[in-house]
């Protein structure tokens, strides 16, 4: 079974978008009326995906796409965690409609809400944060949640992951079942670009966090995903590793019984390392269609975001592709396995 | 000829890092007394590097290293800008010292007085930084300048390195004919590892600034080294292609007239897909050596900074060989290049 790991509802209805810009209206100006969303229909929701994500996950031949709230417009920087709740909620509410269309085809990753209540980490700083991951999961049905390591939108002022300040979060993903994908969002600078650095520069800090720091000793069955290819890291790997036998620290190694890395590497050199670096059984099929990327190759004329063509001209096991496609992303998202065993697949 | 294009002074002796704490106990407490730089012997530099950098250089069959102060410790995030000037006058100096010492062993590349007078660019936040950039190259006769794009230290405050306020620099880098390495310091928060994240994010995200606006129709001629094997871009380059597409600006190919990677790659797999996705005209080989990482992949048994020998394992013909190793760095460094030829090397 084919299954994408990484999709974003990227092309939601405009009500979505528009509720969204009366919230910030209102933050700018109190003044401005309360954002409300306007009603969406199903047929808007189905036409929302059939014609993107669905057309083109069948195109390609995959089955089921994992499938989360846009991520840039996450926006955890923007400061009042009372917006930022109503935004999750109304974003992850869009997405279970969709997984509940389509049930074969998609299955919901949540939004967090996570903005601080005083612009930075302290006591009960995640209640609502995981309040939402609670409701996503037990009442959504959502299988994988996605957390923002930088709330602020690349000042990282937050504590790394493997700080106590975010214990509270990594055991209510545990009692879940639920993996983490490590995903920021949107920036408060122009100086470094979403999807063209901060996306990537998170994945890597956030790995190089727990090659510092344990993380793992404390939650051996927390699961992280580190999408877009890991960042920089499987290109880094001997860095990784020469850093951490300088701070004494275990080798990054290790760290693979608990993280794992998608395939959202968009040309045949990087897919071949990420493959020739990291074990098979850490990787994870993923395209994030529609994404960051849009288009095609003019060269080669596949898609830019056609993960599954590179992977193809992968040298590797039939066992080893059955885990890339699929079978990685069922051990690692159990809540998915459950529901796909529920439909007889 | 083999130039170790990335080389720090790293173990500089003991007085220079006991200036900077003094300069720094006096930031914190303004009673303490003055920084002054105890005196350091001609005998004291010789043992630093001949037991060091010179040493493994001459093991490994380097010829010449370009050498830099520390970048770690450049600390522009440090809110004094009369101390980072002092502090930069100092390391040069003592940069200077050695490759005067060892003139066809080392050549110096400048740390710069990059802290903004009032915690952010405004008019004339520059004038110290062209200053010591003049003295370096004019009096201490150093070929290259590190920049740092992010004086922050990892919060990101300052604009794009393509915003009209970075061409003051710009303008002096290209009139002095030296190229600028784009080489970040350490950070202000524990979440971002120096070495393990910010230096790779740094690379990435400048690089995402050169693929969203036009630098170098401004600057023709000015060339920047991107260090670190270029962060995420080579394992990402479709991300960069496709994103540069959809933002419809030019293939990031056409960067690669003024835009270079060194080879600061510490594993065989990220230098083979370095080569393969870079053109070897803007490939420079370095080591950072002694930098990030220290000793040896107990595996292999091979210095993670031995980054020549995973170059001699990658195939290429003899020209781009030669290029690689040390005729990029000739040719992007043009003052280096006419120092060797005075040197009839």
């Not at 050199?269 to 288009?295: K, Q, T």
Request: aromatic share 8%.
């Amino acid at each position: 079974m084919i299954i994408d790991s990484h999709g974003h509802y990227t092309t939601a209805p405009g009500q979505l978008d528009a509720f969204r810009t009366a919230q910030l209206a209102r933050l700018a100006d109190p003044s401005a009326p309360p954002a409300v969303l306007a009603a969406i229909s199903d047929d808007e929701l189905r036409a929302s995906v059939e014609a993107n994500q669905l057309r083109i996950m069948r195109e390609r031949g995959g089955e089921l796409m994992l499938f989360a709230p846009k991520a840039s417009a996450m926006g955890h920087h923007v400061p009042d965690p009372d917006v930022a709740r109503a935004w999750a909620e109304a974003s992850n509410d869009v997405v279970a409609r969709v997984t509940a269309l389509y049930p074969e085809s998609f299955a919901g990753v949540a939004q967090l809400p996570q903005t601080p209540p005083d612009g930075a980490p302290g006591p009960g700083w995640l209640d609502a944060t995981i309040a939402e991951l609670r409701r996503s999961v037990t009442e959504l049905g959502f299988v994988g949640v996605l957390v923002n390591p930088d709330p602020s939108g690349s000042r990282w002022t937050a504590p790394a992951v493997t700080d106590e300040a975010w214990s509270p979060l990594w055991e209510a993903c545990v009692e879940l079942d639920v993996p983490a994908v490590v995903h920021v969002s949107g920036t408060c600078t122009t100086a470094v670009h979403p999807l063209g650095a901060h996306y990537l520069n998170a994945d890597t800090t956030v790995f190089m966090q727990l090659v510092e720091n344990d993380l793992f000793t404390r939650f051996p069955t927390l699961r992280l995903v580190i999408p877009h290819g890991g960042g920089a890291v499987p290109y880094h790997w001997g860095r990784f590793r020469g850093l951490a036998a300088r701070l004494g620290r275990p080798d990054p190694a290790e760290l693979l019984r608990n993280v794992f890395f998608d395939t959202c590497v968009y040309h045949q050199p990087g897919i071949d390392l990420l493959l020739r670096v990291v074990p098979a059984e850490n990787v994870l099929f993923a395209s994030e269609m529609l994404g960051a990327v849009r288009g095609a190759d003019p060269d080669s004329g596949v898609d830019w975001d056609d993960t599954k063509v590179y992977l193809e001209r992968v040298d590797m096991s039939d066992e080893q592709r059955d885990a890339v496609m699929g079978g990685n992303a069922r051990r690692v998202y159990p809540r998915l396995d459950a529901r796909l065993r529920e439909q007889g697949r």
